[in-house]
């Protein structure tokens, strides 16, 4: 029976602004997005999709809705979902361990970004993201790289590395003396971290073709970091988060 998934983006959580400027990751999902997206329409699907910032971003920039694309976001977060719901697109809530609530073929290009590492079973989530794309169609995933550059340093330190979370109640647990510069202790209910070589290897075992796969920086490192991220954006095996555009074979 499929566990059930903690509720990390609940009422209390602040208040989303689907105007905000687009976070690095998104960016690049955007532009490995373009040359897939048909121009004369097609069917969308953002698995964990929260509150469709996502969406939103993406219909901004490329003008999908102009174009005929029918936009979707399934979620597990009630308060996430009513939030979206502000959005002119289709939302459903459903527990991604249990599956994703379409048919199989049922869309052109899917889009995961900062989920993978939110689920027991990533390759339970690869393989019904495999289902619902038709044969050739793209999935654009998005998720922390354990092996980012400062966390290679931190593992020889003998510290928690970032996005990893060992505990559900606070992210102090193993932080050592990160605690003095964590923004927040609240948990965002990571369970897995990759690496480059893992998420590729995971895209294959579950039936997809990785076409291209990027880095990109994080924006809530202290300031003074954010030359040095970008600057090991250039080695995806190195950067923060991982972009990867895959094909479903």
Known sequence: MPLEPIDFYGADRAQVDHHRPLQPREELAIRLLRPVLAPDGGRLLDVGCGSGLLLAAL???????????????VDFSEHALAEAAALPYAFQRCNLEEGVP?????V?????GEVIEHV?????????????????G???????????????????????????????????????VLRRVKRSEEPVGHIRLLNRT????????????????????????????????????????????????ARRD
């Open 108 to 112: 052109d290009v899917a889009c995961a």
């Open 138 to 176: 793209h999935l654009l995933l998005t998720t922390p790289n354990l092996q980012a550059w400062y966390n290679r340093v931190l593992f020889a330190a003998g510290i928690q590395p970032l996005f990893y979370e060992s505990s559900t109640e606070s992210t102090a647990i193993g932080a050592g």
């Open 102 to 106: 379409l048919e199989d073929g049922a």
């Open 198 to 245: 893992a998420l590729a290897d995971l895209l294959r075992s579950t039936g997809f073709t990785p076409l291209a796969l990027r880095g990109a920086e994080f924006p809530a490192l202290p300031r003074l970091a954010l030359p040095v991220d970008r600057l090991f954006n250039r080695r995806p095996s190195l950067a923060s988060i991982l972009v990867v555009l």
């Open 120 to 136: 027991y079973s990533p390759d339970n989530l690869l393989r019904e993201c495999r289902r619902v794309l038709r044969p050739g």
């Open 59 to 73: 219909d901004r920039a490329a003008g999908l809705s102009a174009r005929g694309w029918r936009l979707h976001g």
